[in-house]
């Protein structure tokens, strides 16, 4: 149980174009779901917080207008990274709770903008 | 707010040793722990977790930790490392009915054949 998948898990892609990211929990309902980005050899750097039906919550020095959440129901959120750039390339991962404190990751979207 | 420091960026183990990985975090209350493990471009595996209750605690893989509010640790530990566990290990901390949680900066572990 508590399985969230990713998809796509590598996009390549323009630098000025919009690329969107799907955060699935396959297996629960997902009251929370959150946003992470990581660098290489580094820890994750969470970006934003999201809560189903409602705005996410972004962290400090995270664009919303860059970086926009969507999360739609209890098993989707995206991330749609608007006009790309390459210093946007990075690994973004997401994960999801079900209200039990814990949080169970996808496996991650490998982006790099050319 | 809490926070999470894993002391080792780098560890090398023999197949077969034992292994522990340190963990130590800041946070006024007790805390909830968690260790995750990351394989190269992959996501983030739940090991085990603390909540509460007995401080030593099972996860899979073989791996267990045990949380000292007295040293406020929570170290990972394996009696015998095996070479698929080669990969990056992340200690975090979060807060009881908060969705607020800090990772650690990782410890990369190595298996010598």
């Known amino acids: 149980g508590a399985v969230v998948s990713q998809h796509p898990s590598r996009v390549i892609c323009k630098s000025g174009t919009s690329v969107k990211i799907e955060c699935r929990s396959l297996?629960?309902?997902?009251?929370?779901m959150f946003w992470y980005r990581q660098f290489p050899k580094q820890s994750l750097m969470l970006m934003a917080t999201?809560?189903?039906?409602?705005?996410?919550?972004?962290e400090q020095g995270v664009e919303k207008d860059k970086f926009l959440i969507n999360h739609a129901s209890l098993t989707l959120s995206t991330l749609t990274v608007t006009s790309a750039h390459p210093e946007d390339s990075s690994f973004y991962i997401c994960?999801?709770?079900?209200?039990?404190?814990?949080?169970?990751f996808g496996p991650g979207t490998r982006l790099t903008v050319l | 707010a809490q926070s999470v420091t894993q002391p080792d960026i780098h560890i090398t183990v023999s197949e077969g040793a034992s292994l522990e990985l340190r963990c130590n975090y800041s946070?006024?209350?007790?805390?909830?722990l968690f260790w995750y493990v990351q394989s190269p471009g992959q996501g983030l595996q739940l090991l085990l977790k603390y909540f509460s209750g007995d401080t030593l605690v099972q996860g899979i893989k073989g791996f267990e930790a045990e949380f000292k509010r007295s040293q406020s640790s929570f170290n990972l530990r394996k009696p015998s490392v095996h070479w698929s566990d080669a990969a990056e290990y992340f200690c975090a901390v979060g807060v009881p009915n908060n969705n607020d949680m800090r990772f650690g900066a990782g410890t990369r572990l190595t298996v010598k054949p």
């Open positions: 994960s999801a709770n079900s209200g039990t404190d814990t949080q169970y």
């Open positions: 999201s809560n189903e039906g409602s705005k996410a919550t972004y």
């Open positions: 297996d629960f309902q997902a009251t929370t």
């Open positions: 946070y006024g209350a007790t805390p909830y």
